[in-house]
């Protein structure tokens, strides 16, 4: 097994090929302990040093301390934080997360990722309780407006997928093939859900993907709305929306509309309001923009959607996340959202087999809203 490099203030202690520990954790899952470690090597800038992480805290698809679940670093010590393969800058202070398709990942998901998720810091760089309203921004009609950290929010980032997995048992299932770079994410909290509501299960009215068929020379872009609904709601979908190229249940190929791997491209992520406003960018191709208003159940053409909840993503909490989040779930089971994708837990034999996704970001900013004329 190839040893994996860890290195972050308050950090990580390595012994031989075994990771003792990891860094502390503000987020979804346990924290790893964190222990000094001080590498002897040339120092290596860590992705904080060239980017502005202080509101972001990450998910890894590692586990580094032998909980048995995913590491999750702090905002704090992600300032100096960097691992090997998985989350570091590349020869041109590029952002570069990884994760193959059989990791470690958080509880509730078979999907592995190398992720951001938002945080919320006071003027001392602390974060506020994850129970919290005070750690989610929400939409301006929100009866609980005033409680929330901010209305609202805005992201940009400029990237480029440098890999997606090019092996899937099923092949037409729509997540084969695919990886998504940024979300929105609602709070997955027990005490806000009721029986008649999707508030507060944690649905995502926004996830930005990329996909590449193996055999295709460019992939597409797209983004989806998942309605809010229970989770077991079999209405509970999502509906794409083709940026370049086509959407995730086409297996057209997109040709010279689409993006090919290695190829940048960009997007900004405006929630003003109740609207979502979002743009994409890239040379050679169309300015694509797209909007729809995330308090009710008209949908990103217009159109009204019976089967969504009426309030739409109204009344949750909501945080964004960026970074590599890999579709290619290695589960199998009869829902579309199953595309047994292989993988066998080890990076090296995974990374040879093509079993993994990798996205590096040359740009990424978080903060407020901005008016839209």
Known sequence: MKKIKLTCTAGMALL?????????ETGDE?????????STATHKKAPGEVFDLSSWNILLPLDSDGDGQADRVNNK?????????FFYLDDDNNM?????????????????????RQVFVDEHGNVADMDSPKNYFALSSNPRAEEFATLGGRMEATLKVNHVSVNAKYKDKEPAYSVVVGQIHAGKLDELRTNDSGFGWGNEPLKIYYKKFPHHKTGSVFWNYERNLVKDDPNRIDIDYPVWGVGWDDPSDPGDEGIALGESFSYTVNVYGDIMYLTFTADNHPTVKHQINLA?????????????????????????KVGAYNQCSTKDAPTFRYPACPGTGDWETDKRD????????????????????
């Open 296 to 320: 009710n159940n008209v949908d990103g053409n217009g159109d009204l959607d019976k089967f969504d909840d009426p309030n739409g993503y109204k009344n949750d909490w909501l945080f964004f």
């Open 77 to 85: 010590d992600l300032q100096t934080f960097q691992v090997d393969d």
């Open 96 to 116: 570069v997360f990884a994760a193959a398709n059989k990791a470690f990942t958080s509880p509730t998901s078979t999907n592995t990722r190398s992720e951001l």
């Open 30 to 38: 346990p924290m790893a302990n964190a222990d000094d470690h001080h």
């Open 354 to 373: 093509g079993n993994y996704t990798s996205v590096s970001f040359s740009y990424l900013n978080v903060g407020e809203a901005v008016p839209v004329q």
């Open 16 to 24: 031989g090929t075994t990771l003792l520990a990891g860094c502390n």
